[in-house]
């Protein structure tokens, strides 16, 4: 993504171009009205992102040990903290730099400022009139911190120099920044003397902050040109308190991806590489300053959102344009078949005869037909059950059948009952009365079971109290036994 870095010094106004993973585009303004508009024509072209870098004197460092507070609490103490050291800049922040390990375990936190907000205020003032999106204001000491990635030492002086601003001396505990400070470097000083000169003195104001305390070894690590170091050596010489280390610069941006061509000992275009691909989180610029940042952001998300649904869309419209089109070779066989069949009824219709009939009688003849049948229905469907029971019963001998339409005996069904008389012998009636007749009875349940409604009109002897036995020798020389059924059968 194109970014615009703008790096403020006590010297110059920079802004760079980054593009890809490198400074393509650079641009110096001078600090008065004319360099002001020159600016605000740079960001008519350029309304990218941008990161402001500052690398000034008045910037200032607090350390103080606060009790441990969350939420609101801590937000508003903090508060008081700015308003007691730094109340007259917005440019501020608070690092939390741990808890204490004893006691009541309080908050040690680095209050930080930009003191002179005058010197940021005009170049600011131009960005948000032209509606830039701003990311952050950071400081070197803030965007430092990647540099001590390759150092395994507790207590580092990281020492920097920036063409535009001069050396910068940053004092890091446990890789977390505690203090920096910068020194111009004047004409008639090398950046080597510069650093022989300085060192010890930034020694000596750590000392009265017992940084490092009492007995462990400074470590001072300086960034710088390889054409530099032996003359660096050859000034500086340590002792048990301060032990000095080299780090060249062209072989230390080239391991982080910097593709600066590094000429010198200025560290800046090294700075501003961190500070497009390694932004810390915590800056100077509060809410008011970043709020086009937040709108850019907001853009984004939302153009994103807008294009994952423009891409969701196509893609079901795509799905939806293909099952369509397997529905419509499906439906082809459909169509035809239905082509078929309306021909072929339309040819059914052309073969009825001319009738002057009006529909509404056919429709009353056709439902007085269906009625009127079931007033007769065929002998098959009347006579099935009968013969299904017969099967089961061999000694059952039909000698006579016949039935008749019995609107008197319908009830229930609205339809006429239709009356079997049944004329038949049970053959081997023989001497055991008692088991021929339970028989008899057994089939006439039989038929009950199957739906009809069936009363004997006579039996091969009549047990009742009317009855007389005078037919029961005849019956004994045959060994058969004549009987009459009344059998019903109604339309379900």
Known sequence: MTRTLLFLSAESFQAFVWKGSSLAVSHNFSNDSDGREQFSAFLERYRHPAYM????????????????????????????????????????????????????????????????????TPWLETLLAKKIPLVGIFSVPNISTPLL??????????????????LRQTYF?????????????????????SVANETPRTQQYLKSLSLPPA???????????????????????GDSDLHFNYIDIAEFAKRNKCKHEFTDSDATPLLL????????????????????????????????????????????????????????GQTEPIKMQTERMQQQA????????????????????VVLARNLAQYSHP????????????????????????????????APSPYPAQVILFEGELTDFGSDHRKSLDYLARFQQ?????????????????????????????????????????IIWRHS
Not at 173 to 193: A, D, G, V, Y
Not at 355 to 364: E, H, S
């Open 215 to 237: 007995g462990e070894t400074l470590d001072v690590h300086i960034i710088c040109h390889a054409n530099d170091m032996d003359e660096l050596q050859s000034h500086l010489t």
């Open 273 to 328: 590489s961190l500070l497009a691909t390694k932004p810390p989180s915590a800056h100077y610029a509060n809410a008011d300053h970043t709020h086009y940042y937040l709108l850019w952001q907001l853009r984004r998300i939302f153009t994103t959102l807008a294009v994952m649904t423009l891409l969701a869309g196509a893609t079901w419209s795509s799905l939806s344009f293909l099952q369509g089109k397997e529905f419509v």
């Open 53 to 120: 870098l500052v690398d000034i004197i008045e910037e200032d460092f607090h350390l103080e040990t606060i009790p441990h507070l969350m939420g609101s609490s801590r937000t508003a103490l903090l508060a008081r903290k700015f308003e007691q050291y730094y109340r007259s800049t917005p440019f501020h922040q608070a690092t939390l730099l741990g808890r204490q390990a004893d006691g009541r375990r309080d908050d040690e936190f680095l209050f930080s400022a930009l003191t002179n907000p005058q010197r940021i």
């Open 173 to 193: 505990k446990h890789k977390q920044l505690h203090f920096s400070r910068l020194i111009p470097i004047n004409q008639n000083s090398t950046f080597s003397q």
């Open 346 to 365: 339309l040819q059914v219709q052309r073969s009825f005869g001319n009738t002057t009939v009006p529909a509404a009688d056919m429709k009353t003849a």
């Open 379 to 410: 002998p098959r469907e009347i006579l099935y059950e009968l013969s299904a029971v017969m099967d089961s019963y061999p000694r059952i001998k039909l000698h006579k059948l016949e039935w008749r339409a019995s609107p008197a005996d319908a």
């Open 446 to 486: 039989a038929l009950s079971q199957h739906g009809y409604t069936v009363s004997a009109e006579s039996m091969p002897l009549d047990i009742s109290s009317k009855g007389s036995i005078s037919g029961e020798a005849s019956i004994n020389n045959g060994q058969h036994a004549q009987f009459k059924l009344k």
């Open 149 to 166: 990635k390759e150092i395994a030492s507790e207590h580092v002086l990281l020492l920097t120099w920036e063409k535009g601003a001069g």
